[in-house]
Structures are given as structure tokens and as C-alpha cells.
């Protein structure tokens, strides 16, 4: 673990809230209702005392990758990743609550803005950088975090290979590492078929799912990393193929 001071992350948790509804963290400030999901203050909890309820729990995805996710559930928070490089440890994502228990990464890299999650907290803790795609940074939500790194363009950082494609967010980028696909939500599970997150522009998110599918074609994908499922891909690709 890095030399960190701990007591100063407390002084932060001290002046920030987490939204149990689904997840999102106000960093510096206390509204009456939740700036990402809507919910009421009454759903509001300090970060310090989320941090005595939920813990972060890893479920191994494969021998590379880890799922973390708060336990119990913390409201709709989606699913973050680890994923263990030649170069180093790396999230993508980040959990809601905030677990000093967690081993340390290099990098916090972002699918889009809408679950910042405790970067904030975890970024000092792990003297970790944190990346995300301009064009969501822009956004209002973004102002009280910190963003080491802005991407405009495709990158590549150990074996993790990033891909702008917009849509769902004008900054939504999606990661392939090795045989592994990482969406977030930018497709969701339902029943036996499958559907496109429709909170965003219909149109682009559409033309970013083409482009993504057309992106990965000629890989050997076996593994989806959805919001809140992991999934094989060769079933994923069928209930995709059901979407209008």
C-alpha cells in the first residue's frame, strides 16, 4: 500500500455523501435530492458510515479479473473491475463505497461519467490516476472529481485496449483486455433477449453499439462485463442479435 495519509481521506469522508438509491457519491456538497438518480436526502448517507456498511467484495471473473462490487447490494451501483497486467493493476470503474481494505492499482479508467463511484477516495489512497473521455468530464456531475488523464482518442494502457464510441454518453468508451469485453451498461439483459440502455440518445447509442460489435468482430472474445452481470459472449452475441 502506498504511504497515504488516512486521516486526511476521513476529513473527506466527513464532507461527502452516498446515495443508497444508486450509489453516486456528492463530493463537498448535500442537496435534497440525489443530482444523478433523483432520490431524496432521506436516502443519503455520510461516506464514512457507508464505509461501516458496505464492504467491497471481489468475484473472480477469470485468473486476470476480478468483479468488485459492494456488499450488500448498494442500491443500483453497477459492477467495477480489476484487472491484473504485466505493467501493474488496473480498475475499470470504481466502487460506490469506499474500502481502505482493497488492494492498490496504478489507474481508475472510466467507461463514461454516470458511476464515479469513490474515485475521489480512492484516487488518494492508492496515489492512482484517474481517466476519463473529455466529453464526459464536461458534464455538471464531473465538477467536484478529480481527472488525471482526459482521453479524446483510442488508447491503449498495459494490455487494456480503450474504444471511444459514444452513444449511451458522448464520451462512453468501452475495454478489451486479452479475451474479455467491458461495457458497463451500455447493453442490458432482459428476459431472454437483451436491450440498449435507452437513457441517452436513442440514435447514437444505436450507431455506437454498431460500432462497437463491428469493432470486435474479428476477435476472440469468451467473456462480457456488463453493469451487473458476466456473462459468456457467445450467449450475449445471440441475445444482442434479438435487439430491433
Known sequence: MPDVD?????????????????????????????????????????????????????????????????????????AAYRIETDGGAYWIDCPSSFDARLDPVEAIIFTHHHFLGASNLYRDLFLARVRIHELDSLHKICKPFTFDELFTENFKIGEIEAFHIGGHTPGFTFYVFEDVLFICDYVFLKGEGAALNPFGPPVETRDGFNKMMSLIKDRDISTVCGYRYVTDFALWKQRTDLIP
Open 6 to 78: 488516512l486521516q486526511a481521506i476521513r476529513v473527506k469522508q466527513t464532507n461527502q455523501y452516498v446515495c443508497t438509491v444508486c450509489g453516486f457519491n456528492m463530493v463537498g456538497y448535500y442537496t435534497e435530492y440525489c443530482p444523478f438518480c433523483g432520490a431524496h436526502q432521506r436516502n443519503f448517507i455520510a461516506s464514512e458510515k457507508c464505509s461501516q456498511r458496505y464492504r467491497v467484495q471481489g468475484t473472480r471473473v477469470n485468473e486476470k479479473v476480478t468483479r468488485l462490487q459492494s456488499v450488500p447490494s448498494l442500491g443500483l451501483e453497477h
